[in-house]
């Protein structure tokens, strides 16, 4: 009788295929062969610093969503709408962090904020400023935003991100926008 050896279990962000790991598409991290062997397509993948990072932003996200219905956190309506926007992460002093802007789509609206996909991982509570690829509205082309949440989505190299808008007057247009295009 053979005893089949059971797959060898990987981390979740590993790219098989593409040899990267899909929690950073830039910046700092690019992990050494060591660190690959054991961390990406080993089953010590929970000990990775990268990993525990994303896992803890999983974490705390499931913690407010069990705690807060999703009725009592939502000020205001989502309506799905679908732009494309560049953003720039910005440091706690309001520098750009990377001079490079990062690509993004939202996926809905509302005049607290909106839910994007991008590539990058963004950190809970950080401020990115953003600006509308093509503005839908002449009052509503770039502000600020905070991060409320960001967790990686299902079997894709994005995550989604929850952000709320920073500014009442940016609130207020896109409120108007929303009104005009229901």
């Known amino acids: 009788m053979n005893i089949?050896?059971?797959?060898k279990k990987i981390c979740p962000f590993w790219s098989?295929?593409?040899?990267?790991?899909?929690?950073?598409?830039?910046?700092l991290f690019i992990p050494l062969g060591d660190h690959v062997e054991v961390y990406c397509k080993g089953s010590e993948y929970p000990l990775c610093k990268q990993f525990s990072l994303i896992e803890q932003a999983q974490a705390e996200t499931k913690k407010s969503d069990t705690s807060i219905s999703v009725s009592d956190r939502r000020h205001s309506p989502r309506i799905k709408s679908t732009h494309r926007l560049t953003f720039i992460r910005l440091s706690d002093s309001g520098h750009a962090i990377c001079l490079q802007p990062s690509a993004a789509s939202t996926m809905d609206l509302s005049s607290g904020g909106m839910r994007m996909t991008t590539r990058e991982l963004l950190m809970h509570d950080s401020i990115i400023q953003f600006q509308f690829v093509t503005p839908f509205s002449s009052t509503v082309q770039s502000g600020l935003a905070k991060v409320k949440w960001c967790i990686p989505s299902d079997n894709q190299p994005f995550y989604q991100a929850g952000l709320s808008f920073q500014s009442d007057h940016l609130a207020q247009a896109v409120d108007e926008y929303l009104g005009s295009a229901a």
């Open 16 to 27: 098989t295929s593409g040899q990267t790991c899909k929690i950073q598409n830039e910046g």
């Open 4 to 7: 089949k050896e059971k797959p």
